[in-house]
């Protein structure tokens, strides 16, 4: 009990140093403040907007183009549905699928590239062969050649990002397995007779989790632009709104061109932008604390 009392209170004060650090970093607090103002109006949804104002029945009456007003903060679109509901709604599914397909694509990554960099050998050079035949296929193209054949769905779509974005991931956190097991306190531990899933689960995992924390903040950003791109070209999920969405159908009612209707796709880029930022800032923050040598600089 000893151990394991001491052993929480240096994680607590990890913790706690690494958060000062965080606090201390004004772009990442930046980023931090922007995501949480995000994740809160994505939740608060149903608090702020109707539902039903999603659905063209339900804008009847409405008019139609209308420029932003008391009564549409962000005006209407071309059937006389409001653009508020839509940006309010749309944040749940572009932040829902962003966070998803990023843990599909981080527990892939992590799981190859463990097993590749610990067991080496054969099993190393097969699943470093997969791994680079994904990184040769231009990744967008097989994106949505894989969401055409799977249909439009927003698990579909979790699963085709998930499953072509893990590369990366992957190769990143082998090299850092490859260093971490050939220190000295593996190779005791090795000696006395740790088994591979001690050795994995106590010594390699917790040594690379930093690099998959950090990661994993970078790699949202890319998930919701995948998204974005996917909903935009007609392949996202035609019944749930999204960001994505919202600047699609923007296009083809000739909100860019025709009307000029500014307020009709302005709110979800800016949205996007504004996300993907903030995850970056995250996730630089995040590197730098977690790497001494960048935080040394």
Same mark, same amino acid.
């Given at each position: 009990?000893?151990?394991?009392?001491? +052993? #929480?209170?240096?994680?607590?004060?990890?913790?706690?140093?690494?958060?000062?650090?965080?606090r201390? &970093?004004?772009?990442g607090m930046?980023?931090? *403040?922007v995501?949480?103002?995000?994740v809160?109006?994505?939740? %608060?949804?149903?608090?702020?907007?109707?539902?039903?104002g999603?659905k063209?029945? &339900?804008? $009847?009456? @409405?008019?139609?183009?209308a420029?932003?007003?008391?009564?549409?903060?962000?005006?209407?679109? @071309?059937l006389?549905?409001?653009? +508020?509901?839509?940006?309010?709604?749309?944040?749940?599914?572009? =932040?829902?699928?962003?966070?998803?397909?990023?843990?599909?694509?981080?527990? !892939?990554?992590?799981?190859?590239?463990?097993?590749?960099?610990?067991?080496?050998?054969?099993i190393? %050079?097969?699943?470093?062969?997969?791994?680079?035949?994904?990184?040769?296929?231009?990744?967008?193209?097989?994106?949505?050649?894989?969401?055409k054949?799977?249909?439009?769905?927003?698990?579909n779509v979790?699963f085709?990002i998930?499953?072509?974005?893990?590369?990366?991931?992957?190769?990143?956190?082998?090299?850092?397995?490859?260093?971490?097991?050939?220190?000295?306190?593996?190779?005791?531990? #090795?000696?006395?007779?740790?088994?591979?899933? &001690?050795?994995?689960?106590? &010594?390699?995992?917790? @040594?690379?989790?930093?690099? $998959?924390l950090?990661?994993?903040?970078?790699?949202v950003?890319?998930?919701?632009?995948?998204?974005?791109?996917? %909903?935009?070209?007609?392949?996202?999920?035609?019944?749930?709104?999204?960001?994505?969405?919202?600047?699609?159908?923007?296009?083809?009612?000739?909100a *860019?061109?025709?009307? @000029?209707?500014?307020?009709?796709?302005?709110?979800?880029?800016?949205g !996007?932008?504004?996300?993907?930022?903030?995850?970056?800032?995250?996730?630089?923050?995040?590197?730098? $604390?977690?790497n001494?040598? =960048?935080?040394?600089?």
């Amino acid at each position: 009990m000893g151990r394991r009392r001491a +052993a #929480r209170v240096r994680r607590r004060r990890s913790l706690a140093r690494s958060w000062s650090l965080f606090r201390a &970093h004004t772009p990442g607090m930046a980023g931090l *403040v922007v995501l949480a103002a995000f994740v809160l109006l994505a939740l %608060a949804a149903p608090l702020i907007s109707d539902a039903g104002g999603l659905k063209v029945t &339900h804008a $009847i009456g @409405n008019p139609q183009w209308a420029h932003p007003s008391s009564e549409f903060p962000l005006g209407t679109d @071309n059937l006389g549905r409001s653009v +508020a509901a839509q940006f309010v709604w749309g944040s749940r599914i572009s =932040l829902f699928v962003g966070l998803m397909a990023t843990l599909l694509t981080m527990v !892939i990554g992590s799981v190859v590239g463990i097993a590749s960099g610990f067991f080496g050998r054969w099993i190393d %050079a097969g699943l470093m062969r997969v791994t680079e035949w994904f990184l040769v296929i231009p990744f967008l193209p097989l994106a949505i050649v894989l969401a055409k054949i799977l249909g439009p769905s927003v698990w579909n779509v979790i699963f085709v990002i998930g499953i072509t974005s893990w590369p990366a991931t992957a190769r990143v956190i082998r090299a850092q397995v490859l260093s971490v097991k050939e220190r000295l306190f593996v190779e005791r531990s #090795r000696a006395l007779g740790a088994g591979t899933w &001690h050795l994995t689960s106590r &010594h390699v995992l917790p @040594n690379v989790a930093p690099l $998959i924390l950090a990661n994993t903040t970078l790699t949202v950003p890319i998930a919701i632009l995948t998204e974005t791109t996917l %909903a935009f070209v007609g392949l996202g999920d035609p019944t749930r709104a999204s960001w994505g969405k919202t600047l699609e159908e923007a296009f083809a009612a000739g909100a *860019v061109i025709g009307r @000029n209707a500014w307020w009709y796709y302005l709110p979800a880029g800016v949205g !996007i932008i504004a996300v993907v930022m903030a995850f970056t800032l995250c996730g630089h923050a995040l590197e730098e $604390i977690l790497n001494p040598k =960048l935080r040394e600089r």
